[in-house]
């Protein structure tokens, strides 16, 4: 597989290019010493786990596996504890188990995760009482105090990012291979607070139905099942600040080509995908699958022109478009991008973000997300692929295995005067846990009903 003109393309070439929502940082020399240490530590994931998880996504894209990729919408330096990670992998294990026995299908994991440090602003400064200062970009860039200091970008947050995604990967990692996400130990997985939780009952009717059926099949042939129990974990985060995607991007000769080894799967966020862009450029130079987040403002051209840039060879599971339209707008969007892709003869992989098209004000001011609109669009989203004989592959969403009060709605029925209880995101506000399994029982029950 080649993704790449090698002519022209070169882990720097972006720069030549019209980069959006990248910080200014005001020491060049500084800059250049971070990427330069950067450029020589080890990468955070290895080429073959790329490889492992293009395939497993080519088989999503085909119908054969499904998709939960989920995490905060930005994760934070102080947030990198044991408890906090435990409790992200938790949830999303739990999540993939029910959604695998509701789909029949098996489930990729992929958390935004371990690198999911940056955000694009909508302003590159905020003034307060008179005083302009640039925008907090994310924990990558600069701090969210409202000073000169904290506010100015700092290259040597570039190196605390990467290490604090590694340690983030190092400890999931050494929790899945130690047996945490092995499906026949689902009690590893509760999450003490929702004990007296009704959802409680139907996850632990379907964990064990899982266990019980493991327990038979391996009864039967002797062997233990296990590609599919001990399903492995990949990282994502969304590629933004580009020199610290340039400094990890490296070249591996055995395959003769360029991975971006920050991370399994990166993607480009809707604000940064122009087809001329710096974003662009960069990530059609590497052979990781990579996302790009679409909404409704995109044209046919620019879409067939990403396609076209970031998988010219048709490349299997290398391009997820992450739809992102709210339940509003989904009808009318995407059945014309479905048929705008389809004109190219390229497959892609369709995976729904129910999240970022259905963000509205609470009464009390809070950004907030109603549990509803997200179900419907992920329902809209499965049945607008399958009557035009599409496949949605996956999910995206922001979540946390914590107990929070972001979005409203779900079982319990939060409500905007609720929001104020806990409400602890800086940014986009996610499901919480009893949120995030709901979704997933949903999702998994209404694909039951459509296979009965
Ligand atoms: C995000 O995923 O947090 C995000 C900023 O999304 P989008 O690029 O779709 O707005
Ligand atoms: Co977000």
């Not at 899945?176 to 026949?184: C, K, P, S």
Request: glycine share 8%.
């Amino acid at each position: 597989m080649r993704t790449t003109d090698l002519t022209t393309w070169h882990p720097a070439s972006w720069q030549a290019k019209t980069a959006q929502q990248q910080p200014r940082y005001p020491d060049a020399s500084a800059l250049e010493r971070a990427i330069a240490e950067l450029s020589r530590l080890p990468p955070i994931v290895v080429s073959w786990e790329v490889d492992a998880l293009r395939e497993r996504l080519a088989a999503a894209q085909r119908g054969e596996a499904f998709l939960l990729q989920g995490g905060d919408c930005a994760e934070t330096f102080e947030g990198c504890e044991s408890d906090k990670i435990a409790k992200q992998l938790k949830i999303l294990l739990q999540m993939s188990l029910v959604l695998l026995h509701g789909l029949k299908k098996p489930v990729i994991r992929v958390g935004r995760m371990a690198g999911q440090y940056a955000k694009p602003r909508s302003a590159d400064t905020e003034t307060r009482d008179g005083v302009t200062l640039p925008s907090y970009r994310g924990d990558l860039v600069n701090h969210p105090e409202f000073t000169a200091e904290a506010r100015t970008p700092d290259p040597t947050l570039l190196l605390r990012g990467y290490e604090r995604a590694a340690l983030t990967l190092n400890f999931t990692r050494a929790l899945v291979a130690g047996g945490f996400a092995d499906l026949h130990h689902p009690e590893y997985w509760d999450l003490g607070f929702v004990h007296h939780s009704p959802l409680k009952d139907a996850f632990e009717r379907i964990a064990t139905s899982i266990a019980d059926s493991l327990d038979f099949l391996e009864g039967m042939s002797g062997r233990r099942v296990h590609e599919a129990t001990h399903a492995g974990f990949f990282a994502s985060h969304e590629g933004l600040v580009l020199h610290y995607e340039q400094a990890q991007a490296r070249f591996i000769p055995r395959q003769n080509r360029w991975y971006d080894l920050s991370t399994h799967m990166p993607w480009i966020g809707m604000r940064t995908a122009q087809l001329d862009g710096a974003h662009i450029e960069f990530f059609r130079g590497i052979a990781n699958p990579v996302g790009v987040k679409i909404g409704a403002a995109m044209d046919d051209e620019w879409l067939q022109g990403l396609v076209a840039t970031l998988n010219p060879q048709n490349v299997p599971g290398r391009l997820a478009l992450i739809h992102r339209f709210g339940a509003k707008e989904i009808e009318r969007a995407l059945p014309r991008m479905i048929n705008a892709v389809r004109e190219t003869g390229h497959s892609v992989l369709w995976i729904c973000d129910p999240m970022h098209g259905n963000t509205e004000t609470s009464t009390g001011g809070l950004k907030t997300r109603r549990f509803d609109n997200i179900l419907k669009e992920i329902d809209l989203a499965f049945r607008i692929h399958r009557d035009l004989g599409s496949v949605l592959g996956g999910v995206h969403i922001e979540l946390t295995g914590e107990d929070v009060t972001e979005c409203t709605g779900g079982a319990r029925g939060l409500s905007d005067a609720d929001l104020q209880r806990a409400y602890r995101s800086t940014v986009d506000p996610r499901l919480n846990y009893e949120q995030s399994l709901e979704l997933a029982l949903l999702i998994a029950e209404r694909a039951h009903a459509r296979r009965a």
